[in-house]
């Protein structure tokens, strides 16, 4: 049975790629303004929103500057990566919350938007914790980079020095998803688990931060199942999902099965760092219960995608 294109409900899970953000104050404040008015026609358009993001070079720059400051002065401690993924999502909410909260002003629309700073449970025997793939951070020297590992972090040599690299586990559960739901009910647009959320261990009563990034496709997905959204949508700087971009084998894809995508996902044929955790979460969604779609498009035509005029849809 082909699975249906069309929305039982209007719930939507967004997930802002890092084209809608910036890797300065002022690059960021203008990138935020393209979102918020793909996230206020979504809003006229009557969907319940839940946003997710990117923090890639964010929590880079955190993570950074604390270090700096710890070495700067010995009274301080080097921040773990989960405050600085908690910092990250505190930062570019408060952008992105009152650039949605002007966008929708401007048009009449009162709504209120709030962001959540948001933990998400991981698997401490995930395999992702032996083979760490992030890179983050700046570079060091030999011997700092000597004194990461004997730390027991992980760390990778470049052309310009040394730098950390860290775990990608995968999301297990969101643990203030009570809270997206009530906000989402009572008419609220929510911004939530933002660069993945900030990945935690579970402790019995106690949330331990772990030294992790989660992908925010993943937690993009994974909102989307809890808050029984139909449609996810992934905006992006590209109009349409493309493999095989620099060979003879380009294929781009306007409307596609999800069957069909997840045969390119078990090859290996898509790019691993940006474009295989958007195809396997895209594909995970929609394959795990009826009458779902999931969107690949360019931010600047978000709502042309979901009228399937541009974009990948995949159902």
């Known amino acids: 049975m082909i699975r249906g294109v069309f929305m039982k409900n209007n719930k939507i899970v967004v997930a802002l790629g890092r084209n809608a953000f910036g890797e300065t104050f002022p690059e960021q404040k ?16 009557k969907y319940q929103v839940v946003i997710t993001h990117s923090n890639g070079p964010q929590v880079g720059m955190i993570q950074t500057a604390m270090t700096e400051f710890a070495r700067l002065d010995s009274k301080y401690t080097v921040a773990p990566m989960s405050l600085c993924s908690a ?32 933990q998400v449970k991981v698997d401490p025997f995930d395999r992702a914790f032996n083979n760490p793939t992030k890179i983050i951070g700046r570079y060091m ?14 760390v990778v040599e470049e052309e310009k020095g040394y730098r950390r690299i860290i775990a990608a586990p995968k999301p297990m559960d969101i643990y203030e998803i009570d809270a997206v739901r009530a906000l989402l009910d009572a008419g609220q647009v929510v911004i939530a688990a933002g660069g993945g959320g900030i990945p935690v261990l579970e402790q019995r009563t106690v949330l331990k931060g772990a030294s992790a990034i989660i992908e925010k496709d993943y937690v993009a997905a994974r909102l989307a199942e809890l808050i029984d959204a139909d449609t996810l949508l992934f905006l992006t700087e590209g109009d349409k999902l493309v493999i095989n971009a620099d060979n003879d084998n380009r294929k781009e894809f306007d409307t596609v099965k999800a069957d069909e995508l ?9 790019g691993e760092i940006t474009t ?24 600047e035509k978000a709502k042309e995608a979901l009228a399937g005029k541009t974009g990948t849809t995949i159902i």
Do not use: C
């Not at 203008?30 to 358009?45: C, F, G, P």
């Not at 295989?276 to 931010?299: H, M, Q, S, T, Y």
């Open 276 to 299: 295989l955790p958007k195809v396997d979460a895209a594909v995970g969604f929609v394959l795990a219960g009826e009458g779902r779609k999931a969107v690949i498009a360019n931010l």
């Open 87 to 118: 910092m990250s999502q505190g930062y570019i909410g408060y952008d992105l919350q009152n650039a949605i909260r002007t966008e929708l002003l401007n048009r009449g629309i009162y709504k209120t938007v709030s962001t959540i700073i948001t």
């Open 141 to 154: 020297t030999k011997e700092e980079a000597e004194a990461e590992e004997a730390k027991g972090n992980y």
């Open 262 to 270: 997840k045969q390119y996902v078990n090859k290996n044929n898509l």
């Open 30 to 45: 203008a990138n935020v303004a393209k979102a918020a008015r793909a996230i206020a026609d979504l809003v006229e358009a």
